[in-house]
């Protein structure tokens, strides 16, 4: 065979390969998968069960399972709230959950944080029921928290409703921590004591505005 004639083979050969590899074919085929163990590789996800016990990683925990930490001083907000969302449950609330955090002005300050951000536009600054929600719509103002209505609610009510929500309250369980609703209910309750310390509602101790 002459040169000429074997570069002129090479050159078709070349061509009909490129036709075959560059075919207009789906454009959104990815082509031959040569390995496609390495396009899709069969990786394991977590929190799956695969009912398979040879093919597992980390599993659901059952049902009931507690957060370990070794945190003692938050380890009880790793506990489930046993009330559930009922009458019932809102009024036994009252009568048997209190709060884990004391009243001091540190707290009460940190709740101020927490009100400013999450309540105070229906609430109003000083939790009258005032706030810009209620203000500059048709909805119903909340109670003030020190009217008639809610100046005795007792804190475990305050937690149940914020967990659970009520009326057009709606639930702020997946916003705030237990902790951060038990920090925020100080200072409702600094609130509702007409912006009082509770502990000491002698002397005027108030937290600066
Ligand atoms: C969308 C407006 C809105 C927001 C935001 C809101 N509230 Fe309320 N809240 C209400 C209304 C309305 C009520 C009256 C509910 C009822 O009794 O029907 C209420 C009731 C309450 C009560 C009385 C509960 C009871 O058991 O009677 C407390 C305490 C309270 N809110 C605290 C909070 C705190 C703390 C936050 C922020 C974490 C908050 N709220 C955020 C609208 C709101």
């Known amino acids: 065979m002459k040169l000429s004639k074997l570069y002129r083979n090479i050159g078709l050969a070349s061509l009909a390969l490129m036709g075959i590899s560059c075919g207009e074919g789906d454009p ?10 390495m396009y899709r590789s069969p990786s394991i996800e977590v929190y799956v069960d695969y009912e398979n016990p040879s093919v597992s990683s980390v599993r659901v925990p059952v049902a009931g399972t507690i957060v370990f930490t070794s ?69 119903p ?6 009217g008639n209505n809610l100046k005795n609610l007792p804190e475990g ?16 369980a997946s916003q705030l921590s237990k902790k951060d609703r038990w920090t925020v209910i100080q200072y409702v309750k600094y609130l509702q004591n007409g ?4 502990a000491d509602v002698s002397n005027e101790a108030s937290v600066e505005e």
């Not at 009243?103 to 939790?127: A, D, P, Q, R």
């Not at 912006?195 to 509770?198: D, L």
């Open 157 to 172: 009510k305050m937690f149940h409703t914020i967990t659970y929500g009520k009326g057009m309250m709606g639930s702020h």
């Open 28 to 37: 959104n085929s990815p082509g031959i998968e040569y390995m496609p163990d």
């Open 141 to 146: 103002p909340p109670p003030a928290y020190d």
């Open 71 to 139: 945190d003692e001083a938050n380890e009880m907000y790793n506990y489930p709230y046993p009330y559930a969302d009922s009458f019932e449950d809102y009024e036994r609330a009252g009568l048997e959950v209190t709060s884990p955090i004391p009243m001091t002005e540190e707290t009460v300050e940190e709740g101020k944080v927490i009100y400013g951000n999450f309540c105070l536009h229906c609430h109003g600054k000083s939790g009258q029921g005032d706030g810009g929600v209620p203000s500059n719509s048709e909805y």
């Open 195 to 198: 912006g009082k310390m509770v």
